[in-house]
C-alpha cells in the first residue's frame, strides 16, 4: 500500500520508507512551499513514510496555487 | 528529529536556524524572537498603542496574536475591499477576521471601502484606469490611505503589518532585478512617521512564510488560505516561488540576502556616489595603482602572500 500526499487538490502517490523530503522531490514539490501534517500534527521532512500514511501539505505561499512544482 | 529545547519529537526544522523545535517551543520561540525584532528595530514600546492591519490572513492574524500574547495594546483593523472574484474572498476573510477579535476579545476597526467611499476598490479601479486591468495600484493607494487614516483618527502610535520576510525578499529581489535605487533605499522593517503620517513597523519581517503559516497552525488560528485572487500569477508569487528553489538548494538564501541588505543599506554603503568612491582612492604604495583597501592593493598583497607562502 501506498502513502499520499495531498496537496490542494491534487495527490500523489509515494513509496512507503521513504523521508518525506525524498517524497516531495521525487514529485518535484518544492520543499520550502510546504507545511506537512500527518495525523493532525506537523512533522519534519525527515519523517519516513509509512504504508497508509496520508499527507497535508499545507501551501505557505498564499495565492501561488498552480506553481509548486519544480521545473 | 528532536526538539532542541526539549529532545521531544520536532514539529518544525527551520534550516536557516540549525534549529528544530516541538511545537510548545516552537509556539515560544516565535513571540520571543518576535520581541528581540522589535527591540532590535526600535519598532514599538509597550506604552504605545498599536493598529494592526488585519486581512484574515495567517500573517495578520498571527501577527496580532503574538502582539497580545506579548502583552502590547494592540487593536485590528480590517479593510472591505469588496473583492469577490467567484471566491467571496472579502466576506470570507472579515468573517475570519470578526471570528478572530470576538474570540479572543480584541477590539476591531472596519472599514468598508464601498460604504466609506461609494466603489470598491475592484470598481474604483475601474474608473480611474489605474493600475492596466488590475486592482492591485488602486488596492494598494487605497490601503495605505485608509490605514494612516484610522491611525491618525484614534490616536495610534504606530501602524503594523504582517510582511514575513518573504514578502520582503520578493520585494528586494524585484528592486535589485530593475536596480529601482529609491525602492531600495525606502526598504526597512521601520518607515519612521512624519506630521500626519504614522510610523509603520514589520515585526515579521524575519520570519519566513513558512515559519508564519506553521505558527498559525500550531496556534489552531482559522485564516483565509487563498490569496486575494487577483493576486494570481502575480510577480511577486513568482519571485517567492523562485526564491524557494535557492533556498531548497541552499538553505539561508533568503535570510541572508534580507539581512545583508539591511546591513549594507545602514551602513550608508548601498549606494556610494561615483565621485565619492574615486575620492577614497589612493595610490598603492607598492605599484602606484588606484586602490581602495588600505596600504597596499589587494594585487600586490596576494602577491606578497604568495611570496611569503611559495
Known sequence: MFAKLILRDKEYEVRPGMSLLDALKKNNIIPESVIAIRDGEMITDDEILRSGDVVKLVAVISGGSKNYEMS | ?310
Open chain 2, 1 to 310: 528529529m528532536k526538539c532542541r529545547r526539549c529532545e521531544n519529537k520536532a514539529s518544525i526544522h527551520m534550516r536557516q536556524h540549525k534549529l528544530a523545535l516541538c511545537k510548545e517551543h516552537y509556539l515560544e520561540w516565535i513571540p520571543e524572537q518576535t520581541a528581540r525584532f522589535i527591540k532590535k528595530y526600535k519598532m514599538f514600546t509597550s506604552d504605545e498603542k498599536i493598529l494592526v492591519a488585519v486581512s484574515g490572513g495567517k500573517d495578520s492574524l498571527s501577527l496580532w496574536d503574538i502582539l497580545v500574547r506579548l502583552g502590547y495594546q494592540a487593536d485590528g483593523l480590517y479593510l472591505g475591499l469588496g473583492i469577490d472574484g467567484g471566491v467571496n474572498y472579502s466576506h470570507e476573510s472579515q468573517k475570519l477576521t470578526e471570528k478572530f477579535a470576538s474570540e479572543n476579545h480584541l477590539k476591531l476597526h472596519v472599514v468598508d471601502i464601498e460604504k466609506e467611499y461609494g466603489n470598491s476598490i475592484p470598481m474604483l479601479s475601474e474608473i480611474s484606469y489605474r493600475g492596466h486591468g488590475k486592482p492591485c495600484a488602486v488596492c494598494g493607494l487605497a490601503k495605505r490611505h485608509e490605514m494612516n487614516r484610522i491611525a491618525r483618527d484614534f490616536g495610534y502610535d504606530v501602524l503594523a503589518t504582517g510582511h514575513n520576510l518573504d514578502d520582503e525578499a520578493a520585494v528586494l529581489f524585484g528592486n535589485t532585478l530593475s536596480w529601482s535605487s529609491e525602492y531600495l533605499l525606502r526598504q526597512s522593517p521601520v518607515l519612521e512617521g512624519s506630521d500626519g503620517l504614522a510610523r509603520k513597523v514589520k515585526p515579521l519581517c524575519r520570519f519566513y512564510e513558512r515559519e508564519m503559516t506553521a505558527y498559525a497552525i500550531a496556534r489552531g488560528i482559522e485564516y483565509i488560505y487563498d490569496e486575494c485572487p487577483f493576486a494570481d500569477g502575480s510577480q511577486s508569487i513568482f519571485y517567492k516561488e523562485s526564491l524557494n528553489l535557492l533556498e531548497t538548494a541552499r538553505p539561508g538564501t533568503k535570510l541572508i540576502f534580507y539581512l545583508n541588505f539591511l546591513e549594507a543599506k545602514n551602513s550608508g554603503k548601498l549606494f556610494i556616489e561615483k565621485n565619492e568612491r574615486l575620492s577614497q582612492l589612493h595610490p598603492c604604495p607598492k605599484c602606484g595603482q588606484p586602490t581602495s583597501t588600505p596600504d597596499f592593493c589587494s594585487f600586490c598583497r596576494m602577491i606578497e602572500k604568495a611570496d611569503t607562502n611559495p
